[in-house]
């Protein structure tokens, strides 16, 4: 919901070129609430209020607007006021958005920013995207191993300034080579050993991301040892930058919302749901959707060529909404359940006996339990308690077939080095719902053999 308590006045602080009180606008809030309150202002009012705080308050307060409305102004205003701003973006987060803009607009703004500045971003657009080495940040804290604890402080004190966080401090030799780290801890904890250096206070078991590491398994990284930022090395073991803990929150958010596109049959979106074209959104679900069409063709197909057996016992077709649902329904939990556990690491491949184990046992509780009920009904409506006895069977091994199939699929497509979230739910159904009619009336052949002609 966009504040719009102060917007008349800072549009009259703005007409009146009210410097005084629009750098104490800037100045006197928390960056996101100065943010907030400018919301309803428009792009241009917003850029031409930023220009009264200093760079790099004015960094921090254009961090808060959202990434469409970030690259809008900065694709719209003066190139020389956007490269003193995006000079003040922490590393990361600059290439972001340089990568979003057009590549005339870049070639405008590139030769304008200090000369390490455009060398470190065009570094860093060079990694392949969803890599380690376009998430890190370069302004990383590097201090020599023979440094005492003041020493260091003295030193952490000349480039904090340059730095997006100071949790980690690593130790590299004259080369960058990565040798341990020590945390700001370890570090203001030792102040009262004078004669102690950062060699014999350091941690040498780093655990690191490598550039080209996938940006979901440094995240699982993280989560699995606990860590505020992880370093980020080459193949020589030569330090590159970080990873913080806020960057490993956003992959963590993006391949969620990824995953549980793919769960729902739809691509991924690169933007967000209410910025995608139209036709690329019909795409993007079309796909899927064309998909299940002709898996659901043959469903019908099934239905046909059973079409003798349909006719003969007319009662059979009143259960098989029933049949597909149960089956169906009983795919999708397994599979959303293996997907979900296989992202965040508790399921890997090699525990696939144990998931299908469980598949099973579930499986013939679940369909044992409804075999019943469906039983309970069909016994008066079917003509005899013989011929009844269709639908708790078919139950039973629908249902056994949707678990199997939904935990073991997701697996499969893992094992082939695919998404497994690409096994969706609707995918999963599809495939159970024509299995679910072959079962079916094979079933009824079998139980209602001596009445079928």
């Known amino acids: 919901m966009v504040n719009t308590l102060f917007l008349p006045e800072i549009r009259e602080m703005l007409a009146e070129d009210n410097r005084a009180e ?10 996101g609430r100065t943010a907030e309150f ?52 922490p590393a990361d987060d600059r290439v972001d958005l340089i990568q979003s803009l057009p590549e005339k607009r870049v070639g405008e703004i590139l030769p304008l920013l200090p000369v390490d500045a455009r060398r470190d971003i065009q570094r ?21 191993p023979n440094l005492t604890a003041s020493e260091a402080l003295e030193e952490l004190g000349r480039q904090a300034s340059e730095l997006e966080t100071i949790y980690y401090l690593y130790v590299v030799d004259e080369n960058q080579l990565l040798l341990g780290v020590v945390s700001t801890r370890q570090l203001v904890s030792s102040l009262g050993k004078p004669n102690r250096t950062l060699a014999e206070m350091m941690e040498s078991d780093v655990v690191a991301a490598s550039v080209g590491e996938h940006q979901e398994d440094v995240a699982q990284k993280v989560e699995k040892f606990n860590l505020l930022a992880i370093p980020v090395v080459d193949d020589a073991r030569h330090l590159a930058g970080i990873i913080t803990h806020d960057d490993v929150i956003d992959v963590v958010r993006e391949e969620l919302e990824e995953d549980a596109q793919r769960i729902a049959a739809v691509t991924p979106l690169e933007e967000s749901f209410l910025e995608v074209g139209l036709l690329m959104l019909s795409w993007k ?10 898996a659901a063709l043959l469903t019908a197909f099934a239905l046909f060529h059973y079409d003798q057996e349909l006719a003969s016992f007319e009662w059979l077709v009143w ?57 309970s009904v ?15 069977v078919t139950l039973l091994l629908v249902i056994f077939c949707g678990c199997v199939c939904g935990g073991a699929l997701p697996m499969i497509f893992k094992r082939l080095g695919l998404d497994p979230a690409m096994m969706s739910n609707p995918f999963v159904a599809g495939i159970v719902d024509i299995l679910g009619i072959v079962i079916y009336i094979n079933v009824a ?9």
Request: glycine letters at 8%; hydrophobic letters at 50%; a negative charge.
């Open 22 to 31: 629009l750098e104490e606008f800037c100045l006197a809030l928390n960056a």
């Open 124 to 144: 860093l657009r060079a990694y392949p995207d969803g890599t380690a080495g376009a998430l890190m940040t370069t302004e990383v804290a590097m201090l020599t």
């Open 38 to 89: 400018m919301e309803g202002l428009d792009d241009g009012e917003v850029w031409n209020v930023l220009q009264y705080a200093k760079p790099e308050r004015r960094a921090e307060i254009f961090g808060y607007f959202s990434d469409a409305r970030q690259v809008a102004m900065l694709d719209q205003e003066p190139p020389a006021q956007v490269a003193e701003l995006v000079d003040e973006i």
């Open 319 to 375: 259960f098989i909404p029933l049949i597909i649902s149960a089956g169906g329904n009983s795919g999708s939990q397994s599979a959303t359940l293996v997907i979900t556990a296989m992202t965040s690491g508790d399921v890997e491949f090699r525990d696939w006996p144990k998931v299908m184990k469980r598949e099973v046992v579930v499986a013939l509780t679940l369909g044992g339990f409804l075999a019943i009920i469906g039983y």
């Open 445 to 453: 052949r079998l139980i209602l053999s001596n009445t079928l002609s």
């Open 285 to 294: 679900r079309g796909i899927w959707l064309t998909i299940l069409f002709f």
């Open 378 to 392: 069909a016994f008066f409506l079917a003509p005899t308690p013989i011929d009844a006895l269709v639908i708790p």
